[in-house]
Every structure is written in C-alpha cells, then in structure tokens.
C-alpha cells in the first residue's frame, strides 16, 4: 500500500524520498562503451547527449568511497537519451578483479529493460533489418511481448501496449497508453521505424520479493500497479534460460516510470550482485529537487547507506550536477541527483537532450 500520512485537516499526505521527481535514468555496465552507444542510438533510435570521462582516481580512494567500486577502477561514461522520458547512462569500467559476465535473468542482480512499441509486428522487422539482435522465440501469449538480447548479451524486451500478457496485465497505466497509435512528430527515422513509445519498465531481480517491494513503496515512494503473481505457464520454451520459476511485481516509480521486480529463483549461483564496475554492475537514479534533503533523509532508513556526502561536479558536460550514490538493503545501487537542465555545458555541444521532469512531481500521471 502507498505509504501516506494525515494531517491536521485529514488531507492525505503522500510520502517517500523527500522532494523526488522521477527516475532520472538507468545505468548499465558495458563491456564496450562504443558497442553500446552504437546499438542504444543506431537501432533503438536513442540520441547520445554526452560522454564523460576517464573518471578515476589515481592516487585516493574516491571510487572505493563513492561508487562502492575498486580504488583503481577507471571508467568512460556516456548518457543516452531513449524515449521520451527516458534517459540510460552507460558505464565502460576496466578494473581489478572485474567480472565480466553478467548474472542471468533469474540470478540476484539480473536484470532487463522493457521497450514499449506501437506494433510488435513493425518493431520486429526492423530488429531483423538490423541484423545485430539474437530475437527469442514467439511468447506464450502471441501479440504481447518479444524478447531479444543486444550483440553483448544484455536482456532487453518488446512489449505491445494495451495486450494482455502472461500475467494477465495490460499497461494501461503506462505513461504510453493515451500515445497509441499517435506519431511522435520529434520521433527520429530509427524511432519511427521501430514504432518506439518509450521504456516501459525497468526489471531487477532481486533475493526478496517482499522486502524490496517494501523498500520501494515505504522508503521510496512506488505504487504498486500489480501485485506478485505465481510463476506463469509458458509455451515460449522459458526464453531466457531461467526465467520459467519466478514470481513479479510491478510498481509505479515517479509520473513516467515502472520498476518490475522479480524473485530470483537461482540466487545462489552468485556470492553478490555485481559491482557498478562488472559487466552488468546497474544502479537507479532519482531526480529530487534537494539533494541534501534526500540524503538526510535516506541516512535514517534502516539498511541503507550514503556512499559520502552530497557533492557537485565541477567540470565536464555535466558540470553543476549535484549527486550521492547510496547502497540499498535490497542490492540494488541507487543514486540522487538534481540536474541543471538548461545550463548543463553539453548542451551548447549537441542539440541532443537529457529527459528531464520538467514541472511533473513524483505522484503526478501524464
């Protein structure tokens, strides 16, 4: 249930992360940064704002402290708009001890992004046109998703809107569903032709279900759109490997974002989730208005813990960032960030921009 308070007047009070917006982006490790931001703009249609980088500390422990990741990890770092409102950061780490294969679908760590197409039809020919994807075989209920894995091996699916699918939910509360049908008339040539609506959720499998849907509506602020479901049965011979046992849930993160979390049924293939600096390392960003708020806020939640203090980037295409990682009880990495839009140095380099909130506040729907 959604976390509220009452006040004197007995107007419900909604609560969570202190000033939250939105999800900001989502980052992702690499195993090759160019790779990536080829695929995400090339055949998604995403448009790359900036790169950064290398981001390292020689001589310190400024990486150990603030991104939880080796003294000596070095990384390149790039931000790719996708979708209307959505932004994905790409990391490209080389680092001691480094893992370079990610975790499965339903290790603790797995994970996957879910793109919503006006036509499934249309946006699998034009995945096959690109000849780049590894495409899974048909869903056990035809017309409502379609998985497929980039040419470095990250899980990504196509989900048409308005269908029900194997759990018997139709999105209606996508941010998507009033743009069916609609042409997006700032869509790119690459959008148009894979008919991209945006991402529709973000998927992270996690230890325990119960706790971090509880970490996501109590400390956070989520909505739950869907409650856990047994496992399906399926007729699409389990496509991934792994996904066949496991109960979901989804949540409403912010005005145009969902959050699918899923119970890892092979957990103990892996000692830990992987490090931002391992290929497939993730974490979540949240826009807030007040950083410092945020984070003193979060400083009290059991089983978290700020990565630092609050800092402000003073150089490079993002200078004026405001930001703090912090590490959850539930193993998902998680970051805050308030962002000037508008007078961020990459954009007098690129007409490209960042998805921002604009005047949308945490609770509000499109």
């Known amino acids: 249930m959604l976390n509220v308070s009452t006040a004197a007047s007995s107007t419900p009070v909604l609560t969570g992360l202190p000033t939250a917006r939105a999800v900001d982006h989502y980052a992702f490790t690499v195993p090759d940064l160019d790779e990536a931001i080829a695929f995400f703009t090339g055949v998604l249609g995403g448009e790359l704002c900036y790169r950064e980088g290398p981001v390292e500390d020689a001589d310190g422990d400024w990486m150990t402290r603030k991104l939880g990741v080796h003294a000596r990890a070095r990384a390149q770092v790039a931000l790719v708009r996708l979708g209307p409102y959505s932004n994905l950061e790409l990391f490209e780490y080389t680092a001691p001890g480094q893992i370079t294969s990610p975790p499965g679908p339903n290790d603790v760590g797995g994970h996957h992004l879910a793109l919503m197409v006006a036509d499934l039809d249309t946006a699998e020919e034009h995945l096959r046109r690109s000849a780049t994807v590894r495409l899974g075989p048909a869903d056990a209920f035809p017309g409502t998703r379609r998985w497929f894995l980039t040419p470095w091996g990250m899980l990504l699916s196509l989900r048409g809107p308005g269908r029900q699918d194997d759990r018997g939910f139709v999105p209606a509360t996508t941010p998507y569903a009033d743009a069916i049908g609609i042409a997006n008339a700032k869509a790119n ?96 960003a949240f826009y807030v ?40 009880p539930i193993g998902i990495q998680m970051e805050i960030i308030n962002m000037p839009d508008g007078s961020l140095p990459y954009e007098a380099l690129t007409s490209a921009r960042r998805a921002t909130p604009g005047d949308l506040r945490w609770h509000d729907r499109p």
Not at 252 to 265: D, H, Y
Not at 303 to 324: F, H, K, S, Y
Request: glycine share 10%; with cysteine.
């Open 189 to 284: 040539a690459v959008e148009r032709s894979l008919g991209l609506l945006g991402v529709e959720h973000v998927s992270y499998t996690v230890a325990d279900l119960a706790a971090a849907t509880a970490f996501f509506t109590d400390v956070l602020g989520a909505e739950p759109v869907e409650s856990p479901q047994r496992p399906a049965d399926r007729s699409d011979g389990h496509w991934p490997p792994g996904t066949e046992h496991s109960r979901r849930t989804l949540l409403r993160t912010g005005p145009t974002a969902n959050c699918e979390l899923i119970q890892s049924g092979t957990g103990a293939l892996r000692s830990r989730p992987p490090l931002n600096s391992d290929v497939g390392g993730h974490h979540l």
């Open 289 to 328: 208005d007040d950083v410092d708020a945020a984070a003193a806020y979060l400083r009290e939640q059991e089983g978290v813990a700020l990565m630092g203090e609050p800092e402000t980037i003073t150089q490079g295409p993002i200078a004026g960032d405001r930001w703090l990682y912090f590490s959850t």
